[in-house]
């Protein structure tokens, strides 16, 4: 069946690195676009990372220039390095496959910025 399986995240103090990762099974990962999205307590779920299949990747202006997202097909995984974090980017992370009309949601993991 089709799973998202999300790893990393946890504490991390103001200023601090996170990696973020989301392997991917029972599909043909290679062929979806890959998203990394949040949700704060309280607040909407905003997407913060896209990378297409051809690789071409987009953020919005919130964390652009401090998350980078990457993919390995090869693994059917895709990344989230997260830098210069702080407390506003505490949240529950979630990746997302989609293609078309057929979307996949990961687990989600909890990142907690604070010192």
């Known amino acids: 069946q089709v799973q998202l399986v999300q790893s990393g995240g946890g504490l991390v103090q103001p200023g601090g690195s996170l990696r973020l990762a989301c392997a991917g099974s029972?599909?043909?990962?290679?062929?979806?676009?890959m998203s990394w999205h949040r949700q704060a307590p309280g607040k909407d779920r905003e997407r913060v990372a896209t990378?297409?299949?051809?690789?071409?990747?987009e953020y919005p202006d919130s964390v652009k220039g401090r998350f980078t997202i990457s993919r390995d097909n090869a693994k059917n995984t895709v990344y989230l390095q997260l830098n210069s974090l702080t407390p506003e980017d505490t949240a529950v992370y979630y990746c997302?496959?989609?293609?078309?009309?057929?979307?996949?949601w990961g687990q989600g993991t909890q990142v907690t910025v604070s010192s």
């Open positions: 997302m496959a989609r293609r078309i009309r057929v979307v996949y």
């Open positions: 029972g599909f043909t990962f290679s062929d979806y676009e």
């Open positions: 990378i297409t299949t051809l690789g071409r990747s």
